[in-house]
């Protein structure tokens, strides 16, 4: 690493400790604001802290009950704390949401322990092949 790089990352941290008080300030005063959650949920896990994070997810999927981005978020912070059963709860009410962006899914290292489950893999194949339109031929 550079000697450049190095103040580039300490300016980094300081701007997510920065982000982070901006939205706890904000949340003391208006708890129930939903973007703020968002943006904070997001914060504590670039901080990694996960607990945090988790905790501002579960409380944005009770403000949100029906909001596939939210349990998509939701199931990325159980997976982050190795909380399988609960992600792939959440992560299943993110897709009957709507959620469908497999290829992003695939790819989210957020999701690592769950993608290597052979079960959860032969899911997502089932719900991409629903996806996809079938082909039917024209009389």
Not at 3 to 18: G, L, N, V
Not at 83 to 111: C, M, N, V
Request: with cysteine.
């Amino acid at each position: 690493m550079s000697k450049e790089q190095a103040p580039r990352i300490y300016r980094k941290k300081e701007d997510i400790d920065f982000e982070i008080a901006f939205y706890e300030d904000i949340l003391k005063d208006t708890p129930n604001f939903i973007e703020a959650l968002s943006a904070i949920g997001e914060a504590y896990t670039r901080a990694g802290l996960w607990q945090k994070g988790l905790e501002a997810d579960i409380k944005l999927s009770h403000l949100r009950p029906k909001d596939a981005i939210v349990f998509y978020n939701l199931a990325c912070s159980y997976a982050l704390l190795n909380q399988t059963r609960a992600s792939l709860g959440a992560l299943t009410k993110a897709i009957d949401f709507g959620y469908d962006d497999f290829e992003h899914l695939k790819g989210d290292t957020d999701l690592d322990n769950l993608l290597k489950d052979e079960h959860f893999q032969r899911y997502i194949k089932q719900l991409e092949k629903k996806k996809k339109p079938t082909k039917t031929s024209s009389l």
